[in-house]
Structure formats: C-alpha cells, structure tokens
C-alpha cells in the first residue's frame, strides 16, 4: 500500500491482526445490546419482579456457605436433573440436558447440528438468539414471517420447510416477543413434517404463564426437543435452561456440552429453589392475573391495541412507538421497543407483566406519553 518504504507503517496493526483471524461474517456483525436500566421501572426483559420471601434467603445464604467453591461441579448433575424431571413435569423414562440458560442450549443444539449449506429456520419475528447461534455456528438461517394477527402462516412454514429442509426448526410456545400460543395441532404438523430431515425444538420459555405444554408429546416424536429455563420463572439471575428428547438424542448433545457448564452456586440454588418451586408458582399465578388486568387497562386506552399474550409480557401497538418509548424513558420506565425488531411489529412496545405498584407506573406513564402524541 504505502509506495515509500522510509515512511512510517500506517496501518493500525490491531485491525491488521483483526482481518486475519477473524471471519468476516463476524467483523460485520454487532455484539448483543443490553440498555442500562440504572434507576429505571426495568420492563423490558420479562424478568419476575418477585424476590424469594426473606426466610428463604437466608437459608439459601446458608446452603451456599457450604460450597466447596475449589472444587469443579461434578458433571453428571445427577441430583438437581432428577429434581427438574420430578419438580417440572418431565415425563417418565425422559432425562434432562441442562445449559448455562436456555441461550447455551440453543448454541449446544447449533453446534451440534452444524455444516456448511444446512439450514435452520424460525417464524419471525421470533427469538433472536435463534438467528444469532445459527450464525455462529456457520449455519443458514430461514425466518418465515408471522402473518399480520402475529399466527402461523402454515402454508409459507410448510413450504419453506420442504425447500430448505431445516436441520432445526425452532418455535417459541409462547413466543417471544409476540407473547402469542400457536395453535398445538400447527405446531404438531410441523413437528411431523420435519421429521424426515430435522428437529423441532419447542421453546417453552414462557410455559409458567401458558396454560399449556407440549412435553407430553415427547414420547410421540423422537424428533421434537422440548427447551425451557428457570429463568422467566424467578431465577434469570442463575443462568440454567433445561432441555428433554429422547435419550439417544440427549446423548449426541451430551458431547458438545462443556462439561462443568452449570456452576456449583447455580446447582446449589436451583436445588434448594425447586424445593420450595411453589413460591415461585405462586409468583407466577399473581403474575397472570395481573397480565390479565393490565391487558384490559391498556386496551381502555385509546389508540392502544393489544396483541392477546400467553406469557409475562404484552405486547402493544401504539400510534408512534419511538415517541411513546422516549416519553416512557423519560418517565424512567424501560419497555422494548419491538417496532424497531421486524416489520410485522411497527409501532409495538413489548410491556413485561410486573407488580401491581410497577403496573400502575407503566400505566400513567403510558397515559401521559399518549396524551403528548
Ligand atoms: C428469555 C428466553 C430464552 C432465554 O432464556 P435463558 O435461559 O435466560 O437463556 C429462551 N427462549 C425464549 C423464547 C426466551 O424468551
């Protein structure tokens, strides 16, 4: 480049050192952006608001003082799978794969399945990390639109399918972030049409506020993967999604599993958690409940449409998203502005279900933004 070999080098070595090594794909991408949320009415990741009660802390606090934190996890997770399977309702003669969160097993079932010219696909707007996992993996990813009342478009899934062949099909159940309940017997289709060429994984991230499960399918295909996390359920501090399938299946995931991926403090809190899974239930319960009136508040407003949800979150569509989001921001209330995810989402906010005392705040706020418009 430079024609004068007495000047100085005017490449920046760092970006020389960068262009070598790493693939361009991923010098083109963005790292994932979490907004600060300091100070804020925190709305946006549908998190429980609830803490444990008191006394349950403390002897939480106590069972993890007598960690042996010099020691790895012993990687068969013998103890706190058999409290999953018996504390979440994992079928008989079904095991567990357990992940760093659900976003690990995701990345585990990409690894896994991954070579040049392969194809997942998901309908979008759907979970990100899907896309995001496919990618690194070096896979190709197939997002087949949503139709405008946010359902399943059958006809473009099937078809796309059937000219793709997607080692993975993913379908959050509910998903996110459209908090919509596909139809059982859609997603049930889907599951058979796969089946000749790949996997479907059932996301049920969201099944403590869906009144509604698939796990009992598992038994019926051995080509469906059923994935969920303690994480919307009170524990997203924790980082343990668990997934089932069949055992053979399970085994072949096993080998692209870190080992020691699930930490001693998280083993230890999720065992004592899920023997008292209760409160967490009973989180959750007050959590659908107040879903459902803060759905009919917002409706009340005018200019407001809400999308029917069966997860933590709604998600609405206003007049003008960007304004109504900076006025929220304003008023130190944090959403999702979902119109800037995908074009089936113009003018939405994503709204995580919280407590009462957070509903009302969120609701003014959102009164107040509208009335500005
Ligand atoms: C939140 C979410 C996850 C990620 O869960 P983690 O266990 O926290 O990694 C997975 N799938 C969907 C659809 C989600 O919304």
Request: aromatic share 6%; net charge negative.
């Amino acid at each position: 480049m430079n024609p004068s070999a007495s000047q100085p080098e005017m490449t920046d070595p760092n970006e020389d050192l960068i262009a070598r090594v790493i693939r361009p794909v991923v010098r083109g991408w963005q790292s994932y952006h979490v907004p600060s949320a300091e100070g804020m009415v925190k709305l946006d990741a549908m998190e429980n608001p609830y803490l444990l009660p008191a006394e349950l802390r403390v002897e939480l606090g106590r069972r993890l003082a007598e960690l042996e934190l010099n020691r790895y996890p012993v990687p068969s997770y013998t103890a706190l799978k058999a409290s999953i399977c018996r504390h979440l309702g994992v079928p008989a003669g079904y095991d567990v794969l357990l992940g760093n969160g659900s976003d690990e097993l995701i990345t585990l079932l990409s690894t896994a399945c991954a070579l040049p010219g392969r194809a997942v696909l998901a309908p979008e707007p759907g979970f990100v990390m899907y896309g995001i996992s496919a990618r690194s993996a070096g896979l190709d990813y197939v997002g087949v639109p949503l139709r405008a009342d946010l359902s399943l478009d059958m006809p473009a899934m099937l078809a796309a399918m059937e000219e793709h062949k997607p080692v993975i099909t993913w379908l959050g159940y509910p998903n996110n972030p459209t908090g919509t309940l596909y139809e059982a017997a859609d997603v049930l289709r889907i599951v058979e049409a796969a089946a000749p060429y790949g996997l479907v994984v059932v996301d049920e991230a969201y099944q403590p506020f869906a009144a509604a499960t698939l796990m009992a399918e598992l038994s019926r295909f051995n080509n469906l993967v059923l994935m969920r996390t303690v994480s919307k359920l009170g524990l997203a501090g924790i980082r343990l999604g668990y997934l089932s399938a069949a055992p053979a299946l399970l085994r072949e995931l096993d080998k692209v599993r870190p080992p020691y991926n699930v930490n001693v403090l998280t083993e230890a809190a999720a065992l004592f958690v899920l023997e008292h899974v209760d409160v967490l239930e009973a989180q959750a319960a007050r959590l659908r409940v107040a879903r459902t009136t803060l759905a009919q508040q917002m409706a009340d407003l005018p200019g407001v449409q809400v999308f029917p949800s069966a997860a933590n979150f709604i998600l609405i569509r206003v007049p003008d998203a960007d304004k109504v989001f900076a006025a929220l921001l304003e008023r130190k209330v944090l959403v999702k502005n979902a119109g800037r995810m995908h074009i089936l989402l113009q003018n939405c906010l994503r709204i995580t279900v919280s407590t009462d005392e957070e509903n009302a705040v969120l609701l003014a706020a959102l009164k107040a933004a509208l009335h500005a418009l």
